[in-house]
């Protein structure tokens, strides 16, 4: 217990009125972003919108949900988190574990370490990452957007230093009892390492998510684009499409800039995190400070 002292209070204010300031500045954005999406052209071009839409109407987000390709994009994207995600947590898991054991135990851990460690370093390129996907045949599937990144050494030495911080003891305990390594990996090692865990499921499926890049290198077929490279390719598509447009689309984008589709596309792109983020938030923060403390 403290004592409510003076200076404790203004402690205690000073501290809450800076979170606070620190909050509104992560949040403020997004409403900003959000307010020019649900306003009307002249508004928006004109720069009169700040927290509240003025001309108040739905017509970039209508444009946006009113195509197919959106939804086939959408699909495409939520199908990329889950497999990608499931992947690089399998090899995370299986890659940390032996590399997070003593040199006693593991006998040629310190190459394996290094052999990683250069990789976070240095890297082939863009041409020969391009060379060995199309050679490998995953040009224009959705494995040339998961396996060429289906392990981040990153994420591997966090939870490699998670394991680290593990009692041994629980080892030892676990193979007397005759448990195997995988048993132990399991039904052990990963049940402790939650915070951890959802630390680096979090990175994993914010960095699929928010990719586009790689789409339009590896795919050649539009009707493959995640949704992240279908809304970056979109503005280009619409001012191409300007010359030829009918009346009806015209009358139809009358409301329509690029500028409030544009702030539509990265709010629609940054919702999802936004929503998954809140239930994570306890076991990040904790994975974090837990899991940057060991070498």
């Known amino acids: 217990m403290h004592k409510s002292t003076i200076s404790r209070k203004i402690f205690?204010?000073?501290?809450?009125?800076?979170l606070t300031i620190i909050t509104l500045l992560g949040i403020i954005p997004f409403i900003h972003l959000a307010a020019i999406s649900l306003s009307s052209n002249t508004a928006a071009m004109a720069g009169e919108v700040s927290l509240w839409p003025v001309g108040f109407n739905l017509d970039a987000y209508r444009y946006l949900g009113q195509k197919v390709e959106f939804f086939r994009s959408l699909g495409v994207s939520v199908e990329r988190v889950v497999l990608g995600t499931a992947i690089n947590?399998?090899?995370?898991?299986?890659?940390?574990y032996p590399l997070s054991k003593s040199n006693d135990q593991f006998k040629f851990r310190t190459p394996y370490v290094w052999f990683f460690a250069v990789t976070m370093f240095f890297s082939g390129g863009l041409i020969p990452s391009y060379i060995i996907v199309k050679n490998t045949g995953l040009i224009d599937s959705i494995w040339a957007l998961i396996l060429p990144g289906a392990l981040s050494v990153w994420n591997m030495v966090l939870m490699l230093n998670f394991f680290r911080g593990i009692p041994r003891e629980l080892d030892e305990a676990a193979t007397i009892d005759g448990a195997g390594q995988w048993r132990v990996l399991w039904?052990?090692?990963?049940?402790?390492?939650?915070?951890?865990?959802?630390t680096i499921g979090l990175f994993t499926i914010v960095g699929h998510w928010n990719a586009w890049f790689d789409g339009i290198l590896y795919l050649n077929s539009p009707a493959k684009y995640p949704l992240q490279t279908y809304l970056s390719t979109l503005i280009m598509a619409i001012n191409s499409q300007m010359t030829s447009i009918s009346i009806e689309q015209l009358k139809a984008m009358e409301n329509l800039s690029e500028k409030t589709l544009r702030t539509a596309q990265i709010f629609m792109g940054a919702l999802p995190i936004m929503v998954v983020y809140p239930f994570l938030q306890k076991y990040f923060v904790k994975g974090m400070t837990v899991g940057s403390v060991k070498e």
Do not use: D, E, K, Q
């Open 187 to 198: 039904r052990i090692y990963l049940p402790v390492s939650l915070p951890s865990i959802a």
């Open 89 to 96: 947590m399998l090899l995370v898991f299986i890659t940390a």
């Open 12 to 18: 205690v204010f000073g501290n809450a009125l800076l």
